[in-house]
């Protein structure tokens, strides 16, 4: 609960360098939760408190899925879910120099990597990597897009969750996952990607035991 | 509900309290909470952009919206939404969003008593549930002295009619401190001081409710073994 000292992490804290997550912080030499949950702890010294979350906050190096709302000089507007829109400059994409801009139009979405991300200033994106290499990410064409609370965006995207991997086991298809909370499925048919979009959703409600269930239904719905 | 009374003849029990987390679907937090008969919903919304005007580099701004349950917010309305902010204002860790907005909506369902408290309560569970910063949580708590100098914690509407003065208190979960007084009508000094201890009582109830219902609301929705949680949770971004 916010406002009582974590003890623990005081302890942890005496012999070696402690990080503080989302929920944390410092007051002297005191830590202090800011946010209500259950602790977490990553070894070998990170801690956090986990929370239910529908609101995303940009930081560094986050994959996110956001919307371009405008342009503006050299920059475009991206609504990425924080409260800030973000930037990205119309050369922060594979192949676009000052001659060869990309095209984008209000709407596009876009799946991008955050490159800055500060509470005092605007959150800025890109669309390659060091190498100048678009990989995996850029315009996002076609597809279903929808929003999900933080925490489901970020258990898909745990290496351990069965979830995706059940869902490749009924069918192909492409999905790009931000951890803002936002979704863009893509499969064969419009039939097809809605019912995984539906699917995804309804893993919100479920418990962690019942992901293989829901997946495995998936089949028999598209069927009926 | 009403408890019966146990301290001479005094009621120093609050009314059953109930809340549901998350009813609405858009904003990034809402509770609907009830003491007694008396329902609010209040839900968060923030960090949200924010207007020009109301910008500030320092710390959030904190906008505080209170709906009556038929019409528009008159005077009275307008007072209590003040008093919420207030007290949110003190508890909001309003420098961990700067150039933010955060609001809250509060709206009335029923009014049976101590609305005032009720509400406050309510935010302080939407805030707690919409993961917003809060230096500490907080607890308000209603109480009345009837016509015969009985004091009424948690008071029923009927209880109300003939009061001879109503108080609020809010309290912060970390050092008790008094975060807000609400005082009406005629009383001495003794009274208060006696009506604030049983407040103060009362607070613990209300903070124990928060920490039970929270728990209960995220042992639900991870009902994951936990080690799983801490070994994949490499992606995530941290922040020192």
Same mark, same amino acid.
């Given at each position: ?66 919307? =371009? ?24 994409? @594979?192949?676009? /120099? ?30 390659? *990597? ?19 609370? &933080? ?18 086991? @009924? ?32 893993? !919100? ?11 495995? %239904? ?7 | 509900?009403?408890?019966? *009374?146990? !301290? *001479? ?6 009314? @059953? ?20 008969? /008396? ?35 008159? =005077?009275?309305?307008?007072?209590? !939404? ?23 909506? =509060? ?20 805030? &707690? ?17 009837? @016509?015969?100098?009985?004091?009424? &914690?948690?008071?029923?509407?009927? !209880? ?16 008790? %401190? ?29 903070? %124990?409710?928060?920490?039970? *219902? ?27």
């Amino acid at each position: 609960m916010p406002g009582e000292r974590v003890r623990v992490v005081e302890d942890a804290a005496k012999n070696k360098r402690v990080i503080l997550g989302p929920g944390l912080r410092r007051l002297d030499d005191k830590v202090v939760a800011s946010k209500a949950g259950p602790l977490r702890h990553k070894d070998p010294n990170t801690f956090w408190v986990d929370n239910y979350q529908r609101r995303y906050v940009p930081a560094r190096g986050d994959l996110i899925i956001g919307i =371009v709302k405008a342009r503006v000089g050299d920059l475009y507007r991206v609504d990425i879910g924080s409260a800030d829109t973000a930037a990205i400059s119309y050369l922060a994409f @594979e192949a676009a /120099t000052k001659k060869n801009r990309p095209d984008l139009n209000p709407g596009d979405l876009l799946y991008a990597r955050v490159l800055n991300a500060n509470a005092d200033i605007e959150p800025e994106l890109v669309c390659v *990597n060091s190498n100048g290499k678009r990989g995996k990410l850029g315009v996002l064409q076609d597809g279903f897009f929808f929003k999900c609370s &933080l925490n489901l965006a970020r258990l898909l995207l745990r290496e351990s969750c069965p979830a995706l991997a059940a869902l490749t086991d @009924e069918m192909p298809f492409e999905i790009a996952v931000g951890v803002n909370g936002r979704i863009w499925v893509k499969a064969h048919s419009m039939r097809e990607t809605v019912g995984l979009a539906n699917a995804i959703m309804s893993l !919100e409600q479920a418990g962690y035991a019942e992901i293989d269930k829901i997946c495995g %239904d998936l089949n028999s719905v598209m069927q009926t | 509900m009403n408890k019966t *009374n146990t !301290e *001479n003849d005094a009621k120093v029990k609050l009314r @059953e309290m109930h809340c549901k987390f998350n009813p609405l679907s858009r904003c990034d937090g809402s509770v609907m909470y009830s003491q007694g008969a /008396t329902v609010v919903i209040a839900a968060v919304l923030g960090p949200i952009e924010v207007k020009t005007q109301n910008l500030s580099i320092e710390g959030s701004y904190l906008e505080c919206n209170y709906r009556p349950k038929a019409g528009l917010p008159q =005077v009275k309305e307008r007072i209590r !939404e003040a008093a919420i902010r207030d007290v949110l204002e003190l508890a909001l860790l309003s420098e961990a969003y700067p150039r933010a907005k955060m609001s809250l909506q =509060v709206q009335e369902l029923e009014d049976r008593g101590s609305i005032d408290a009720c509400a406050l309560n309510a935010a302080c569970l939407a805030m &707690l549930i919409g993961g917003l910063p809060l230096k500490y949580s907080f607890a308000a708590v209603h109480c009345i002295i009837n @016509e015969k100098g009985d004091f009424i &914690l948690d008071p029923e509407e009927s !209880e109300t009619q003939h009061q001879k003065a109503s108080f609020t208190f809010a309290f912060d979960s970390v050092d008790g %401190d008094l975060l807000l007084v609400q005082t009406k009508g005629a009383f001495k000094i003794a009274q208060f001081n006696d009506i604030e201890c049983i407040c103060r009582q009362a607070s613990v109830e209300i903070f %124990d409710f928060y920490r039970s *219902n929270i728990a209960k609301y995220h042992s639900k929705s991870e009902d994951q073994p936990l080690a799983t949680i801490e070994s994949a949770r490499s992606e995530l971004p941290m922040e020192t």
